[in-house]
C-alpha cells in the first residue's frame, strides 16, 4: 500500500483522495462545438428577429400629425437587435466564444432546452401578429405570461395580471406623453376618449 507523503493516508480507492482526471479532449471538443454552434444560432436568430421587427416597423401606420411617429421605437430596437446580432456572430465566427462565469450555478455541459425556446420565439411572434387584431395591452398580457409560464413560473397566472397591467399602463402613459397610438383593439376600445 502506497501513502502519501503530505498527509500519511493511503492513495487511490483505500480512502485517500482521488486521483486527479482531466476531462477528455473529445468531451471538451465536443462541448466547445456545441457551444458553438449555440452561439451561431442565437446570433442568426437575433439578427432574424431584428430583420422581422424592421420589416413589421415599415408596414405601421403613422397617424397624421402625430408628433412623434409610432415607427420610431420598433426601429431602434431593430437596429440594437441587428447590430447585437451581427456583432455576436463576427465574433462567434472568429472563435470568440462565451464563458460561462464561475459562479454560475449552471452546467456547462447541460442541453439547450429548445423547446422554451420555440415558446417563447413564438409567443414573441404571437404577440406581432396579433397586435393589430386585439391590441396592444392584450398582445402584451400573452406575452409577458406566456414567457413567464413558458420559464417555469410556479404562480404563472401571476405572470398575465402583471402583464395586463404593465401593457395598460404602457398604453396609457406612451397615449398620454408621447402621442402614440397603439392599437386597443376590440375588447380595450372604451378607453379611446380616456387617452
Do not use: C
Amino acid at each position: 500500500m502506497s501513502t502519501s507523503a503530505s498527509s500519511g493516508l493511503p492513495s487511490g480507492s483505500e480512502g485517500g483522495p482521488p486521483p486527479i482526471t482531466k476531462p477528455s479532449l473529445a468531451v471538451t471538443t465536443r462541448s466547445r462545438s456545441s457551444r458553438r454552434v449555440g452561439e451561431l444560432v442565437f446570433a442568426l436568430l437575433v439578427i432574424g428577429l431584428g430583420v422581422f421587427a424592421l420589416v413589421g416597423a415599415f408596414m405601421i401606420r403613422v397617424p397624421a400629425g402625430a408628433r412623434v411617429g409610432p415607427t420610431v421605437f420598433p426601429i431602434f430596437v431593430s437596429a440594437i437587435l441587428l447590430a447585437a446580432g451581427t456583432a455576436v456572430l463576427v465574433s462567434v465566427l472568429r472563435g470568440h466564444l462565451g464563458t460561462p462565469e464561475e459562479s454560475e450555478d449552471t452546467d456547462p455541459n447541460a442541453r439547450t432546452d429548445w423547446r422554451t425556446l420555440a415558446i417563447i420565439a413564438a409567443l414573441v411572434v404571437a404577440q406581432l401578429l396579433l397586435l393589430e387584431y386585439i391590441g396592444w395591452t392584450l398582445s402584451a398580457t400573452l406575452l409577458f405570461g406566456g414567457v413567464a409560464w413558458a420559464l417555469g413560473a410556479k404562480r404563472w397566472w401571476l405572470g398575465f395580471v402583471i402583464g395586463f397591467v404593465l401593457g395598460l399602463a404602457v398604453q396609457i402613459l406612451f397615449g398620454e406623453l408621447l402621442g402614440l397610438s397603439l392599437p386597443l383593439g376590440p375588447v380595450l376600445n372604451w378607453l379611446g376618449p380616456l387617452i
